[in-house]
């Protein structure tokens, strides 16, 4: 396991390095935001994801998640989370229950980038969208927040559906939100 938390931070890495000094955006506010935080291993996360309990936030990361996706969907789904961290989404705007405010969070972000990250192949499986929950698109994430509490019960069976059931032998019950 250690080898595989190596060679995730390694790869995310070299991929927030091509941010600014190999990459043609050369966009160095990725960079420096990717660095302000540290990022941990942590397998009850989907993905990759926020963890604002702390200060500064935590990136929370899944191995597994990170080892099995492309460059390119990896390097997606980090600057959506730079993205929260440079509007304060995650650390600003905390509701309760906070897997809520993390999925409402991850749902403002990916209606403001998804006209061009939907053209990447494999993102759409890794980004909640509006219409995934039948919520409005393009609104604001308290707004998504009221309507995912309101409608908790279909909201667990959307993420079900696109994320597969949690396995419960591996919940503690203070697992954060994922995108948080």
Request: glycine share 6%; aromatic share 6%.
């Amino acid at each position: 396991m250690e080898d595989l938390v190596k060679k995730c931070l390694n790869r995310m890495d070299t991929i927030s390095t091509n941010w600014f000094i190999g990459h043609a955006t050369n966009d160095p506010i990725l960079l420096k935001m990717w660095c302000m935080v540290s990022k941990q291993a942590d397998k009850k996360h989907q993905s990759i994801g926020i963890d604002s309990r702390m200060s500064p936030p935590v990136i929370k990361f899944n191995p597994n998640f990170v080892n099995a996706v492309s460059n390119e969907v990896l390097e997606t789904v980090m600057v959506i989370e730079c993205f929260k961290l440079l509007l304060k989404h995650a650390t600003g705007r905390i509701q309760k229950p906070l897997e809520i405010s993390g999925l409402a969070s991850q749902i403002t972000i990916d209606e403001l980038l998804k006209k061009e990250f939907l053209k990447i192949v494999g993102v759409k499986e890794n980004m909640p969208m509006a219409k995934d929950f039948k919520l409005p698109e393009e609104s604001y994430k308290e707004h998504y927040h009221k309507l995912l509490l309101e409608n908790f019960d279909e909201t667990q069976k959307s993420l079900d559906t696109m994320y597969g059931k949690p396995d419960e032998s591996e919940e503690d019950g203070d697992g954060e939100g994922q995108g948080e």
